[in-house]
């Protein structure tokens, strides 16, 4: 489904009829909806009734992980920070054995074992990120620049299939971790629009799936368009644009400072 999905995606001169058929009859959009179905099943469970819930799939690695860590995001705030972001990955993902080798094709042993179990969980995340803008404290890039990173193998983060081979060849010691990229560029994921401690960010977020707010991630599937570089999401942009201005407000207080007392500003006029 991902490869159709791609297929469709890539074509800028396709019909919008042929563009609209070819995504129906890729499965993605359905496939994230199930996904998100299923960890808010998990979470309402968890969060509403009080329950106790045993997940598992035929393995353990790709769809336990999928819903388990898209219903963490849903019940505790604490996962949609960046630093919760990056437990809840290394707990559910790293740490229980996804084998992101094998899914991503790190070294093309067998095609079979190649799906993009992780970018729907991204993708599902996204969504999340979509209907409750205010919730998370890392914007689009965030996601972007994971997924980027994921399939790169620059960092020794994602190598391997399971804890155990990473430690084998010591990993953590030969390679770099994606992480600290991360929290040397911090100001590069932050989302502008996050709200610590306010109803946006406290409590279990309930997302609305219905059909019509599935939408596709066309900040993913159509980042760069023929360029050079990635587009610029929307989110991103108002985080510019609320930087800017704080910039702008401490350069103020800076020059209002060194004015002198007998000096005043009105109206942007120096007033004597």
Known sequence: SSSSSS?????????????????????????????????LFIAKAVGKEARNVLVH????????????????LLLDP???TIHGFQVLICKEWLGFGHKFSDRCGHLGDDPREVSPVFLQFLDAVWQLQRQFPCSFQFGEKFLLDLHSHVYSC?????????????????????TYSFWGHVWENINDYLNALHKPMSEFSEGMLTPDLSPQCIEYWRGMYNQHDGLLLARESWMDR??????????RRKEKRIIEQEIPPTLSIHDGLLLA
Request: hydrophobic share 30%.
């Open 78 to 80: 604490y996962y949609r």
């Open 57 to 72: 799939c035929s393995d353990g690695w790709d769809r336990t992980a999928q819903t388990c860590s898209l219903a963490s």
């Open 7 to 39: 297929s469709v995606a890539s074509n800028p001169n396709i019909a919008m009829s042929d563009f609209l058929t070819g995504l129906a009859g890729s499965g993605w959009l359905k496939h994230i909806k199930k996904i998100l179905e299923t960890s």
């Open 238 to 247: 108002v985080g510019e644009i609320l930087r800017e201005n704080e910039n």
């Open 154 to 174: 620059q960092y020794g983060t994602f190598l391997g299939t399971n804890e155990k081979q990473r430690a084998e060849l010591k990993l953590s010691e030969k």
